[in-house]
């Protein structure tokens, strides 16, 4: 966490994550499959909205917890995790593009998941210097901010 300083400026550079995930998001999208340029647009924005959602909505728990100094830090460690998660996903995904499915695949995808929100989690623990329940928050909020929109691609019948 030392390498992210607690700076307005260090988090809006951190948003250069969210392009070098690009290819991986859309790389996790094409598996899937069955992706029509409306779906794929509404993912793109869902996609923007997410991180960037997550950022804004995270500073008010951050004053709640009175962590407010070191949100910027927080948002800057969050994006780079995001960059670890993808490639961890990606690589992950490997397996079924070569054929691999059943439950190797859903294992696999347990340990992706798992790892991600562990990831989260000590993110959040070790950028703010709180415990494990107020680290949690910050999981479910990104969880709730994902699931809100991925509900309203597929209500809207894009996803």
């Known amino acids: 966490m030392l390498a992210f300083a607690p700076t307005p400026a260090e988090a809006r550079a951190s948003f250069v994550a969210a392009l070098l995930c690009l290819p991986f998001f859309l790389m996790l999208r094409g598996l899937a499959g069955g992706e029509t340029l409306r779906g ?27 962590r407010r100094a070191l949100w910027p830090r927080l948002v800057a460690a969050w994006n780079w995790v995001n960059l670890v998660q993808y490639v961890v996903l990606g690589v992950l995904a490997l397996p079924g593009v070569l054929g691999v499915s059943g439950i190797a695949m859903e294992a696999l995808g347990l340990i992706a998941v798992g790892y991600a929100l562990w990831l989260q989690w000590f993110t959040a623990r070790a950028a703010l210097g709180v415990n494990g329940l107020r680290a949690a928050a910050f999981v479910a909020l990104d969880l709730a901010i994902a699931v809100f929109l991925s509900g309203l691609v597929v209500r809207l019948g894009v996803g």
């Open 40 to 66: 794929l647009t509404a993912d793109m924005i869902a996609y923007v909205c997410s991180w960037a959602g997550f950022a804004l909505a995270s500073l008010p728990l951050c004053e709640a917890m009175g």
